[in-house]
Every structure is written in structure tokens, then in C-alpha cells.
């Protein structure tokens, strides 16, 4: 069975600080890993990386996946408020849209 | 470009009745998938359908069911509800089913069974 794992479950940092997020997976027939942020409502598309060792990058979000080791990692620097939010990873591993996700990080961030 | 839309965004229902949950996708896009998310077990895969056929299922039991029509909306089903049917339902679209597409959310319909 596929499986995906996030930690930290929860963190608390304060605004300019720098956080990194880990994902680790379990899957068979691995597509591609995608990074979402959660808040109140829909899940909000942040990265999808197919290749080991390309970072993907937007604005002070960053991502890098390693398929040797089977993880990924979410980074995102000076932190502000408005980065508080869940942050899900997921995988994609069959034929489909079909994804597994992780339980995710909740991140809060305090003025 | 309109986002996913789900309706109706909040609904309360009686357990032993059944619903329908409605899905528009991103104009274009010709894959929707549905998602039940609760506290409990996060997000989980419930189907997905493209060109109005089901490509995947995941492990719900048969009361749950959907389609897609010609014009890529899909609606999903439950039917008999139980209690732990509440959750948050999210539809998903992207352009074509496989991997490397992106896939977008919609705000997601919120059940509650009483």
C-alpha cells in the first residue's frame, strides 16, 4: 500500500524565520510528488516535481526532491504570517490522477 | 479562467438519505477526481473519472458512487449515509489524466451527517 509521511506534524516559528518541511513516500510506480497549501478552504497548488535534485522554487517557497531516498523537503524562508497554513504533500503513482496524501504540516507563524 | 467549482459548499443531511455533490471543472480540463478529507484520515482518493469513464476507485464502499457527463462535469453520490460520512468533499480537475499534469481543487462541499 502507498504511503506518505509528513514532519513535523505541527511547528511554530515566528516571522523571519526559515522552516523545512519533509515528506517522505512509499509507493510503487512513482509519478510525480506535488506540494499544497491549506488554509480554510482548497488546497492551494504550490510545486510538482518529477526529477531528483531540481529545485523548484516561487518567491520564498522552494522544493527539491531526492528519488534515491524517497523524499522531498518544502522550504520556505523568512516566514510571514500569512504563511500560516497546512501544508500537504502528495504522490502521484499510478496511471490517473490518483494521489496519496500525507497528513500533512500545520505551520503557524507568530508576528 | 473560473477555478473548480463545487456546490453546494455547505450541506446538513440525515443520516439514512443520500446526497449529490456537483463539480465544474476548470474550463478545458477533462479529468476530475474526488477526495473525502477528515480530521481523522486526512486526505483519501475516492475516484476519478475521464471522458466520462472511471479510470480509478479507492477503498470506499459501494455508496459511494459518481460520473461525468459529456461536458466534464461530474457529480459524486452517497448514498444511505452514515455519520461518518462527514467530511469535507473536494473535487479536483486537470487538463488530462496520466502523470504530470497539475491538479487543481475546488473550495470542496462540507457534509454533515446527523
Known amino acids: 500500500e502507498d504511503k506518505v509521511v509528513q514532519s513535523p506534524l505541527s511547528l511554530v516559528v515566528h516571522e523571519g524565520d526559515t522552516v523545512t518541511l519533509n515528506c517522505s513516500y512509499e509507493?510503487?510506480?512513482?509519478?510525480?510528488l506535488l506540494w499544497y497549501k491549506q488554509e480554510k478552504k482548497a488546497p492551494t497548488f504550490l510545486f510538482m516535481l518529477?526529477?531528483?535534485?531540481i529545485e523548484k522554487k516561487s518567491g520564498r517557497l522552494s522544493s527539491i526532491l531526492d528519488k534515491k531516498e524517497l523524499f522531498s523537503i518544502l522550504n520556505i524562508t523568512a516566514t510571514q504570517t500569512g504563511d500560516s497554513a497546512i501544508y500537504l504533500c502528495?504522490?502521484?503513482?499510478?496511471?490517473?490522477?490518483?494521489?496519496?496524501f500525507g497528513g500533512g504540516t500545520r505551520l503557524m507563524v507568530k508576528p | 479562467k473560473a477555478g473548480v467549482t463545487q456546490t453546494p459548499r455547505y450541506l446538513i443531511k440525515t443520516r439514512g438519505q443520500q446526497v449529490t455533490l456537483s463539480c465544474s471543472p476548470i474550463?478545458?480540463?477533462?479529468?476530475v477526481s474526488w477526495y473525502q478529507q477528515t480530521p481523522g484520515q486526512g486526505l483519501q482518493f475516492l475516484f476519478e473519472?475521464?471522458?466520462?469513464?472511471?479510470?480509478n476507485k479507492g477503498n470506499f464502499p459501494g455508496r459511494f458512487s459518481g460520473r461525468q457527463f459529456s461536458n466534464s462535469r461530474s457529480e459524486m453520490n452517497v448514498s444511505t449515509l452514515e455519520l461518518g460520512d462527514s467530511a469535507l468533499y473536494l473535487c479536483?480537475?486537470?487538463?488530462?489524466?496520466?502523470?504530470?499534469?497539475?491538479?487543481?481543487f475546488g473550495e470542496g462541499s462540507w457534509l454533515t451527517v446527523v
Open positions: 479536483a480537475s486537470s487538463l488530462r489524466s496520466g502523470s504530470g499534469n497539475t491538479i487543481y
Open positions: 509507493v510503487t510506480n512513482f509519478r510525480s
Open positions: 518529477t526529477s531528483s535534485g
Open positions: 502528495a504522490v502521484e503513482s499510478n496511471a490517473g490522477n490518483m494521489l496519496t
Open positions: 474550463s478545458g480540463h477533462r479529468s
Open positions: 473519472y475521464f471522458s466520462e469513464t472511471q479510470r
